[in-house]
């Protein structure tokens, strides 16, 4: 079993920058993708950004050049810097880890974004 814990959310202004955090914990394997969705009210859940454990990165379109990922493989970690944050971005934010043909995901962090 894999357990996840998101953290960093919070409300920001327009053209601002937060930074989310993922904690894995319990079974993970040393090979599986690591990443970020979101969703937002009355939508479904899109994809943010993964990367893989052995460092193939994934984002989409909305996000290229705004947002980084990145993962701390001591630290069980999956980060995502947001900078040039829109009102768009307003979403809870999820982490996920897919290994041996499984999905885990956390129970999100929000993030509000006023303009």
């Known amino acids: 079993q894999v357990q996840l814990v998101e953290s960093g959310g919070g409300l920001v202004q327009a053209g601002g920058s937060l930074r989310l955090s993922c904690v894995a914990s319990g079974s993970i394997s040393s090979i599986n993708v690591m990443g970020w969705h979101r969703q937002a009210p009355g939508n479904k859940r899109d994809l943010v950004a993964t990367?893989?454990?052995?460092?193939?990165?994934n984002y989409a379109d909305s996000v290229k050049g705004r947002f980084t990922i990145s993962r701390d493989n001591g630290k069980k970690t999956v980060y995502l810097q947001m900078n040039s944050l829109k009102s768009e971005d307003t979403a809870v934010y999820y982490c996920?880890?897919?290994?041996?043909?499984?999905?885990?995901w956390g129970k999100g962090t929000l993030v509000t974004v006023s303009s």
């Open positions: 990367i893989s454990s052995g460092g193939t990165i």
């Open positions: 996920r880890v897919f290994q041996n043909g499984f999905n885990y």
